[in-house]
């Protein structure tokens, strides 16, 4: 893997979290919030912060599927992950390990170059 597609996927990696996290945490507190205090103005805010958070996934994701050569079916895998409350954080997970066997693999076809 070249380090294009590596920092690819670490910046996927990076913006799962808080992607996942932002609907419940933002999206949900926002409206019990509102329900609770009358306070309407938050919604909005708090509702395009998620809003953002998805589409800077969104775009991440495309540039994996681009750099990374993902098929089809793994992207749409990754993206439903996304729309599920606390999804992207599984999606994190193989992420990682994605990442992991990947730099493993580079060091496998590195040495192999250097043993020869």
Known sequence: MDI???SALHRLRLISV???LS???LLIFGTLLSWLTG?????MPLGMLHGILFLI???FLLDVW????????????????SLVPFGGLYGE???KREEADSVM??????EAANAA
């Open 23 to 25: 609907f419940p945490a």
């Open 4 to 6: 294009k597609t590596a």
């Open 105 to 110: 693999a580079a060091r496998a076809r590195r």
């Open 93 to 95: 997970k193989l992420l």
């Open 39 to 43: 306070i309407d103005y938050l919604k």
């Open 57 to 59: 996934y969104s775009v």
């Open 18 to 20: 808080p992607e996942a």
């Open 66 to 81: 681009n750099k990374a050569k993902w098929p089809f079916k793994k992207v749409a895998l990754f993206f439903l992950l």
